[in-house]
């Protein structure tokens, strides 16, 4: 074994986009058409944790810091940032953000920790801003939410961001009460005449509430509806072998059917 993996995975990164020796898929690739295997080697990290396989995530890992490797390697080529900076740069903000760890700042707990954190951020964006001059990327309070991230996780980030500086319900059942009236909207575009782009911009703004509505009750949406399409899976997986007990598939069931075997289902969890 290598006494600097690291240096063993650049190198091999290296040979892979070499533009006479490589493989021909690595060379051709560009940040554009890796990025979304980085994303579905996030998921495939967050699906290893959540199933506990330890072999499994220690695999994942690999492939996630693969991907930063391959970026590295392809800023690199072009005279732009190198690995160790990439490193370099997060033992910076790291060091930066826990003045706590690293300097002589004291945090009392957790909940006091985050809002530092995101204190800081807010600088860094700011600062950021500011050297680029009048042309540079906003400042608004939502600046930085990734349009990349999975919708529901972006919908609580945006409103989090809201809710700092004072965008916010006065609690949950004024929440509630939106999310009523969004679906109420919903029911009024629900007809032969309405446009199918109303019924779609309705039904966003009832997701947009919901989501609002399980962040004040400190509940996690996207996780939330993780757990809800496992159930629904298990179910559904559990009617299907009912049925196959009678010898039936659902196709050949009728909605009454499998909905009562659905009910019986229920009841035995």
């Known amino acids: 074994m290598s006494k600097h993996p690291i240096e063993r995975l650049i190198k091999i990164m290296a040979a892979l986009r070499n533009p006479d020796t490589g493989c021909p898929w690595d060379r051709e690739q560009t940040f554009e058409t890796i990025a979304p295997y980085t994303i579905e080697e996030a998921y495939e990290v967050a699906d290893a944790i959540g199933q506990n396989d330890m072999t499994a995530l220690k695999d994942e890992l690999g492939d996630l810091l693969f991907q930063v490797v391959f970026y590295a390697q392809m800023s690199r080529e072009t005279g732009g940032f190198d690995f ?21 700042a004291e945090i009392a707990d957790a909940e006091a920790q985050t809002q530092a954190w995101e204190r800081q951020k807010a600088a860094e964006r700011a600062e950021k801003a500011e050297e680029s001059g009048p042309k540079s990327a906003s400042t608004s309070t939502l600046s930085g939410v ?28 004024g929440a509630l009460e939106k999310v009523r009236e969004e679906i109420a909207e919903v029911e009024a575009e629900m007809t032969p005449k309405a446009s199918h782009e109303d019924l779609e911009n309705e039904i966003g703004d009832l997701f947009f509430a919901l989501v609002n509505l399980a962040r004040m009750l400190d509940v996690k949406p996207e996780e939330t509806l993780r757990a809800a399409n496992d159930k629904f899976e298990r179910r559904f997986r559990a009617v299907e072998a009912r049925l196959a007990e009678r010898g039936k598939t659902p196709e050949q069931s009728s909605l009454a059917e499998m909905d009562a075997l659905w009910d019986d289902v229920k009841k035995d969890e």
């Open 84 to 104: 160790d900076e990439i490193v370099d740069g997060i033992c910076d903000k790291m060091e930066r953000r826990h003045p706590h760890v690293f300097g002589n």
């Open 146 to 173: 990734a349009r990349a991230l999975p919708a529901l996780m972006r919908a609580e980030k945006l409103q989090k961001r809201a809710a700092r500086v004072g965008f916010e319900w006065d609690d949950a059942g």
